[in-house]
């Protein structure tokens, strides 16, 4: 996945070393698998949410990176950086392919639904703390 300019300065700017896929997804075609489609719109959710909170809090996360919000911005990147690998196992799909637009069709992995579905619900539960340490 390409890197998204304003990930890449907040992560440069807090040494997140695990924070460098874009959290930036392409439209979900009608035909994919419902699985798919939830962990796009997951995914999509999360992207724009953990971008506005990187801008409103990346004067206090520089000057403090050690502050529980911040952590939990990290931790929410890198949930979002495992739901787009196992997105990508699930659909059979080689790193950075589903970037494409549009993105190739996916062929669903069975063995690989288990690990999205973690994947998802481990970032909604990152979104909950995050959202519950910025209220």
């Known amino acids: 996945m390409k890197k998204s300019f304003l990930l890449v300065i907040f992560v440069a700017m807090l040494g997140c070393s695990s924070c460098t896929k874009k959290p930036i997804i392409a439209s979900t075609p009608s035909n994919q ?3 798919v489609v939830n962990a796009r719109d997951t995914l999509a959710g999360a992207s ?3 971008a506005n909170t990187q801008k409103q809090y990346a ?3 520089i000057a403090n990176p050690t502050q529980n919000k911040c952590k939990l911005i990290n931790k ?6 495992a739901a787009i690998t196992a997105e990508e196992a699930y659909c059979g799909w ?3 392919t589903g970037s494409t637009v549009p993105p190739p069709p996916c062929v669903p992995v069975a063995t690989a639904a288990d690990g ?3 994947a998802i619900a481990n970032l ?3 979104m909950s703390d995050l959202k519950g340490a910025i209220k």
């Open 33 to 35: 698998p419902s699985l």
């Open 48 to 50: 724009g949410f953990v």
């Open 59 to 61: 004067k206090e996360c």
């Open 76 to 81: 929410t990147v890198s949930g979002i950086n």
């Open 94 to 96: 080689n790193p950075g």
């Open 116 to 118: 999205l579905q973690t």
């Open 124 to 126: 909604n539960g990152f």
